[in-house]
């Protein structure tokens, strides 16, 4: 766990179980009136599972499940019916996605 103010953008994290990516973070603290309240961190964060972007304000110091995720890099097959299959070069592990996982990056995919 680290505090939100630590999290940048590119960072990833979970809350309640699902996995958002940091797209942008803004920190702000507001001086106005007597008392200084504590500094904020609006992130604009991408949901991993269901696609969707919102914005969600923070205490700097509240603690964020910070989460590492593995990047591979895989060679697309074939696609066969609404399945596309990819291939772990170095493993040769093969695995299937469906067109809705890929968000539209469908139409860059090449046949190799």
Same mark, same amino acid.
């Given at each position: 766990?680290?505090?939100?103010?630590?999290?940048?953008? $590119?960072?990833?994290? =979970?809350?309640?179980? #699902?996995?958002?990516? #940091?797209?942008?973070? =803004?920190?702000?603290?507001?001086? &106005?009136? %007597?008392?200084?309240?504590?500094?904020? #961190?609006?992130? %604009? @964060?991408?949901?991993?599972? &269901?696609?969707? #972007?919102?914005?969600?304000? @923070?205490?700097?110091?509240?603690?964020?499940?910070? +989460?590492? /995720?593995?990047?591979?890099?895989?060679?697309? /097959?074939? =696609?066969? $019916?609404?399945?596309?299959?990819?291939?772990?070069?170095?493993?040769?592990?093969? +695995?299937?996605?469906? =067109?809705?996982?890929?968000?539209?990056? @469908?139409?860059?995919?090449?046949?190799?």
């Amino acid at each position: 766990m680290k505090p939100a103010d630590k999290l940048r953008s $590119g960072s990833t994290f =979970e809350d309640k179980g #699902i996995p958002f990516l #940091i797209l942008k973070a =803004e920190r702000f603290q507001s001086t &106005s009136g %007597k008392r200084q309240r504590a500094p904020e #961190i609006t992130f %604009k @964060v991408k949901d991993l599972l &269901s696609g969707r #972007i919102n914005e969600t304000t @923070v205490k700097a110091s509240d603690l964020m499940n910070d +989460i590492m /995720l593995d990047k591979q890099s895989m060679q697309f /097959l074939y =696609e066969d $019916g609404g399945e596309y299959n990819f291939m772990n070069q170095e493993t040769f592990e093969q +695995i299937g996605l469906q =067109e809705e996982d890929l968000d539209g990056a @469908v139409n860059y995919l090449k046949e190799e």
